[in-house]
């Protein structure tokens, strides 16, 4: 048992390390998905925020000042770039569309936790180079931040990572009979935007609206940590996160075992 | 063919094969010599296929209501193979070959029937019995193409749980014999196909799997490196034994390489014996002036099925 799970560690080590490996093959790629693309980003939101202030001509939305907007819209791009997968997405959809899961499952391990420790370990390195912005951009304009709160903010995040992968694998497990479902991503990842937090902090929808989304284990990708360091969350609010992702990967889990299992029993080992 | 699907017995016709499990997913504890390793009993699968007519209108009706046909890919196939053999498969485009070894080695599930591989259903991707086969698919690449083979061997020493350094060793060993060392650290999307195909022959048999499945391993190479991969495998397979399941549309691998033949046609197996026994037979049915040789036996049967189609 104890062997097995040693095993299981370093297989999953390493596919962590493929997912880096593979991506600095291509550098400037690599370094304009994890730097650029945040600051654009958070350049976008910093600017809505400036012009939603100036436009309402008021110093606080919701009981909060522009520098809270402009923290959480800084720290938002960062968190939501750790929250959301569309590159692995695609590849588990391609790879099963294509064929070229073939060589994945005749091995001995599974493609769950294949494409999850590769998710993992793309989204560790990507976000110990891209946290630079956000803390020196924070500190330069003293942005509200309590940097004491940001490990355990990315954490939640990390958490909340394991079910965003399980919901691809959902996703994926249905190109198993559907084949092109390319589609289903985009339009899942714009619920989330929303649902997140990406797009606007969570408590400026109304009640009973608030109350039901930031249950939701979605918060827990951007609302909560992003609140939690920004200090629009309470702890205590903050640590249901951890318990509705808990909630929701049993439930999406299970799901997902179910569609795989009735996917594989019906794929036709396409191609070759 | 009888089986106790979670682990505790299984037996394959026992007078050949016997192997008893401790608890689920354990290795098997003894297994009698000139065992069948392989062994399916009514084996089918069925495929069905959308059907679209042709033009606009038919596209919009099939937003609606569309229209599938069922296919037979494999029927009702019965097979027993020995350890340690060589099995040419050979038939026509679509005849059901590769959906057989797909079937096989646990990429596609039947439809109906059953299959025992090292005493295991392979559609059940115990990873006991993953560990134990390995199939190489001449279109298809198996191992990493953005990174360079000695990081895809490096994975694959993790995924099969091998010694780092007995695999760099065996790595070395296979490359030298293969004429490619000089590529193992070039990202596999640069190589040219037949030194792709190399270093997708040292992936499969890093494990030294018990069972190796071939599809068209030397399919689209030129004649050099044809006889060069052939020689490697018919000297691979004399040193380590390996059962081979090998197709391949170029007749002079399976007269190489195969002690056996297994024919098959529109998803039927129509024969199974010996290269030398088929010629024979073959050549006893032709007028007495006339012997043909094995590739010339094999053309002809695969004109008469593209006929028949």
Redesign the interface.
């Known amino acids: 048992m104890k062997k097995s799970f040693a095993?299981f560690l370093?297989?999953n080590?390493?596919?962590a390390k493929?997912a880096i490996?593979?991506n600095l093959?291509?550098r400037l790629n690599y370094f304009v998905d994890a730097i650029v693309q945040p600051l654009l980003t958070t350049g976008i939101e910093v600017l809505l925020w400036f012009a939603v202030f100036q436009g309402a001509h008021t110093t606080t939305i919701n009981g909060f000042g522009r520098e809270y907007y402009l923290s959480y819209a800084l720290w938002g791009a960062f968190f939501a770039r750790i929250a959301t997968s569309w590159m692995y997405e695609f590849r588990m959809i391609e790879e099963i569309s294509s064929?070229?899961i073939?060589?994945l499952?005749?091995?001995?391990?599974s493609f769950y936790e294949y494409y999850l420790s590769q998710l993992l370990g793309y989204k560790f390195i990507t976000t110990i180079i891209s946290m630079f912005v956000p803390v020196i951009a924070a500190w330069i304009f003293d942005l509200p931040t309590i940097y004491s709160r940001i490990p355990l903010a990315i954490v939640l995040c990390f958490y909340y990572l394991i079910l965003v992968h399980t919901i691809s694998f959902i996703v994926s497990s249905i190109a198993f009979h559907l084949t092109k479902i390319s589609s289903f991503t985009v339009a899942k990842n714009l619920l989330l935007w929303i649902l997140t937090g990406e797009l606007f902090p969570l408590d400026l929808i109304p009640d009973p609206f608030k109350k039901i989304i930031i249950t939701l284990p979605f918060s827990s990708g951007v609302f909560l940590p992003v609140g939690y360091i920004t200090n629009r969350v309470t702890h205590a609010e903050f640590m249901q996160g951890f318990v509705s992702v808990t909630i929701g990967l049993v439930l999406l889990n299970f799901l997902g075992a179910v569609l795989w299992k009735k996917g594989?029993?019906?794929?036709?080992?396409t191609?070759? | 063919m009888r089986s106790h699907h979670h682990g505790q017995y299984l037996a394959v016709d026992s007078i050949c094969f016997i192997k008893i499990l401790g608890n689920s997913g354990q290795s098997p504890i003894f297994y009698k010599t000139m065992s069948i390793v392989i062994e399916t009993k009514d084996l089918s699968r069925v495929?069905k296929t959308y059907q679209k007519p042709e033009g606009l209108k038919n596209s919009l009706r099939g937003i609606l209501k569309r229209e599938y046909t069922s296919k037979i890919a494999l029927d009702k196939t019965n097979l027993k193979i020995e350890s340690g053999k060589i099995i040419g498969l050979v038939g026509a485009n679509g005849a059901g070959k590769?959906?057989l070894l797909?079937m096989l080695?646990?990429?596609?599930?039947p439809s109906s029937g059953d299959a025992l591989v090292l005493g295991y259903r392979p559609?059940e991707?115990n990873?006991?019995f993953?560990?134990q086969?390995?199939?190489l698919?001449?279109?298809?690449?198996?191992?990493?193409w953005?990174?360079s083979p000695v990081?895809s061997y490096?994975?694959?020493a993790?995924?099969?749980?091998l010694d780092i350094t007995a695999t760099r060793k065996r790595v070395q060993d296979l490359a030298e014999m293969l004429q490619c060392s000089h590529v193992l650290t070039t990202?596999l999307r640069r190589l040219s196909l037949g030194e792709r195909m190399k270093m997708e022959i040292i992936g499969a048999l890093l494990h030294e799997p018990r069972i190796l499945f071939l599809?068209?391993p030397t399919i689209g190479l030129d004649i050099v490196a044809q006889e060069n991969i052939r020689n490697f495998l018919a000297n691979y397979v004399k040193e380590k034994e390996p059962t081979v399941i090998l197709t391949s549309h170029y007749m002079d691998d399976i007269a190489t390489l195969a002690d056996r033949l297994l024919l098959i046609s529109k998803g039927n197996i129509v024969y199974q014996g010996t290269v030398d026994e088929f010629v024979t037979n073959s050549n006893a049915e032709l007028a007495q002036d006339e012997k043909v040789d094995f590739e010339e036996v094999i053309r002809r049967f695969l004109e008469t099925e593209s006929r028949i189609r």
């Open positions: 095993v370093k297989r080590l390493a596919f493929l490996v593979s093959e291509y064929g070229s073939n060589s499952i005749v091995r001995p391990m594989l029993s019906s794929y036709t080992g191609g070759a | 495929f590769t959906t797909k080695s646990g990429l596609v599930t559609w991707r990873y006991e993953l560990r086969i390995s199939i698919l001449g279109q298809k690449n198996q191992l990493w953005d990174i990081d490096a994975l694959l993790r995924i099969y749980d990202q599809d068209e």
